[in-house]
T-cell receptor
Framework: EAGVTQFPSHSVIEKGQTVTLRCDPI?????LYWYRRVMGKEIKFLLH????????ESGMPNNRFLAERTGGTYSTLKVQPAELEDSGVYFC??????????????FGPGTRLLVL | AQKVTQAQTEISVVEKEDVTLDCVYE???????LFWYKQPPSGELVFLIR??????QNEISGRYSWNFQKSTSSFNFTITASQVVDSAVYFC?????????????FGTGTRLTVIP
């Protein structure tokens, strides 16, 4: 079974540009999560999809961030326009059951974003 | 609010030594789950263990063992006879056992270096 995959692995962009990150969850997983780790800090929750619906987006920092999960499969996270403080590692995770409690979340390798 | 503290930022040990990684958590909820993840140099977060707050039994898996003590709000992780392949960043995390509470709260991680 393939794990969570993320693309690209690295992205270097200039302030003001747009970047789109993609996440493919484990096949059959209804739940998809985005997290972010800014250098030296803890990994922080951004949002949670159940299938194609946003269940919780309380961690999204501002309206420059837009996440979608069309068709309930892969997800994209777009940052537009990017700012310096958006630099960090963006992790995607998935878990199996919608409505599950305390389910194990399986993580991808992350996308390292550097905004110059 | 939930909080996970990993006070040890970096630890170095010589191969074959035992090492314990500390994790202390804070929550007012009585039911929750605790996790440990390993982040090797390749970057992905690898799930190691999930523990329910009702189950305080220690767990052993090969060279890995976990000590969960609710009285001290700690969930410590011990590696016995460490190996170079154990070198990684280790994260402790907590999630509430509630419907709709699907975000993990992470500590800042402990970087373990095992010296051959």
């Amino acid at each position: 079974e393939a794990g969570v995959t993320q693309f690209p692995s690295h992205s270097v962009i200039e302030k003001g540009q747009t970047v789109t990150l993609r996440c493919d969850p484990i096949s059959g997983h209804d739940n998809l999560y985005w997290y972010r780790r800014v250098m030296g800090k803890e990994i922080k929750f951004l949002l949670h999809f159940v299938k194609e619906s946003k269940q919780d987006e309380s961690g999204m920092p501002n309206n420059r961030f837009l996440a979608e999960r069309t068709g309930g499969t892969y997800s994209t996270l777009k940052v537009q326009p990017a700012e310096l403080e958006d630099s960090g590692v963006y992790f995607c995770a998935s878990s199996r059951l919608a409505g599950g409690r305390g389910e194990t979340q399986y993580f991808g390798p992350g996308t390292r974003l550097l905004v110059l | 609010a939930q909080k996970v503290t990993q006070a040890q930022t970096e630890i170095s040990v010589v191969e074959k030594e035992d090492v314990t990684l500390d994790c202390v958590y804070e929550t007012r909820d009585t039911t929750y789950y605790l996790f440990w993840y390993k982040q090797p140099p390749s970057g992905e977060l690898v799930f190691l263990i999930r523990r329910n707050s009702f189950d305080e039994q220690n767990e052993i898996s090969g060279r890995y063992s976990w000590n969960f003590q609710k009285s001290t709000s700690s969930f410590n992780f011990t590696i016995t006879a460490s190996q170079v392949v154990d070198s990684a960043v280790y994260f402790c995390a907590l999630i509430l056992d509630q419907t709709g509470a699907n975000n993990l709260f992470f500590g800042t991680g402990t970087r373990l270096t095992v010296i051959p």
